[in-house]
């Protein structure tokens, strides 16, 4: 996860406010779902697909971001380090963040 630098100076007071900012900021930062990525165009079928999710790390969760028809479909298999796979009771084009 990323971590925020801190430059060093002989200001104390910049050195002091960096420090401050570093504690509020890296928790923010290092939430999985901040470090996530959107994947459009998802095409759903009414049955099972799998998909690439492109993290290089176990899934943690998905939101759905966009849908352009009436469909139902759940998560079928363990989340895992490459694929969501996808359950669907209709044909729908998704967006997806993944985190």
Same mark, same amino acid.
């Given at each position: 996860m990323a971590s925020l630098p801190i430059f060093k100076s002989n200001d104390k007071n910049f050195m002091l406010h960096q420090t401050s900012w570093k504690a509020a900021l890296t928790p923010i930062i290092n939430n999985e779902i901040n470090q996530g990525? #959107?994947?459009t165009g998802i095409q759903l079928i009414n049955g099972t697909i799998t998909?690439?999710?492109l &993290?290089?790390?176990?899934?943690?969760?998905f939101i759905q971001a966009d849908i352009d028809a009436p469909?139902?479909?759940?998560?079928?298999?363990? #989340?895992n380090d490459k694929t969501l796979?996808?359950?669907?009771?209709?044909?729908?084009?998704?967006? &997806?963040w993944v985190f």
């Open positions: 990525l #959107l994947i998909i690439n999710h &993290l290089d790390r176990k899934m943690v969760g469909a139902n479909y759940y998560r079928s298999q363990p #989340l796979t996808l359950t669907s009771n209709a044909a729908a084009t998704i967006a &997806l």
